[in-house]
């Protein structure tokens, strides 16, 4: 992969050409903004931050696997214990390639015990979930061509995935556009701040309809970056 300066941003040059099409859905290249950005002129908050993001697209992951158990490893603790067990866990069972190394395969978890997870400062729930989920026989890629509430429902089915995991699979590795995490802290501390008290998150996402993927994350960020008025 070559990484150059280009006006505005860089230009990435995928080393392989099969790799494009997993660079572009990094990069959030499935999100449409043109129709997202029609419709936020039309909402008075997100109005107001869209200009200061234009452009912004919330990145995804390529595979499966690596999202579910990206998910449990942040679960019930902060994003820097998440980010440092996550990062033993892919130097003890991914492959390095180059200068980085692989997050590690279903094929190969399947064949770990729980003793070896849990050496990595997973909790022992946490590790059984990640072997069980990898030797689980439910076909991930075929998801893809599945509708939002029916992969919610294979989710869940699996052990350490509940609706919140399931909403930011459909969010952050499917990029559907109706996929709203309503039991995601982050959001929650977003939505409050721009529109008060919600007593029905979820419910809430109707005002979003049907871009309310692109605006759970522009609210997110937004929150960051542009002060709630």
């Not at 050409?17 to 129709?35: I, K, M, S, T, W």
């Not at 490893?73 to 990062?87: D, E, K, Y």
């Not at 977003?190 to 998150?201: I, Q, S, T």
Request: hydrophobic letters at 45%; aromatic letters at 10%.
């Amino acid at each position: 992969m070559r990484i150059e300066e280009a006006p505005g941003g860089v230009r990435i040059t995928p080393g392989r050409p099969n790799l494009a099409d997993e660079v572009r859905h990094y990069l959030g290249g499935p999100f449409e903004l043109d129709p997202f950005y029609a419709f936020a002129e039309t909402e008075p908050v997100l109005a107001g931050i869209v200009p200061a993001l234009r452009g912004f697209r919330p990145p995804l992951s390529p595979d499966p696997y690596e999202t579910l158990v990206s998910a449990i490893t942040a679960q019930q603790i902060s994003l820097r214990a998440a980010f440092a067990v996550r990062n033993r866990y892919i130097h003890a069972f991914g492959v390095k390639a180059e200068v980085a190394y692989a997050f590690p395969t279903r094929e190969r978890v399947a064949l770990a015990e729980p003793e070896e997870i849990v050496s990595l400062g997973f909790s022992r729930r946490k590790a059984e979930y990640a072997i069980a989920i990898a030797r689980s026989d439910l076909d991930f890629l075929g998801l893809a061509a599945v509708p939002d509430d029916e992969v919610k429902a294979a989710l869940t089915a699996l052990p350490g995935i509940g609706e919140w995991t399931a909403d930011w699979f459909l969010a952050r590795h499917l990029a559907r556009p109706h996929a709203w995490p309503a039991g995601d802290l982050g959001l929650r501390k977003a939505v409050a701040a721009f529109y008060g008290d919600v007593p029905d998150l979820r419910a809430f996402a109707t005002r979003f309809h049907p871009f309310e993927n692109l605006s759970a994350h522009y609210l997110l960020t937004g929150l960051r970056v542009v002060p709630p008025a």
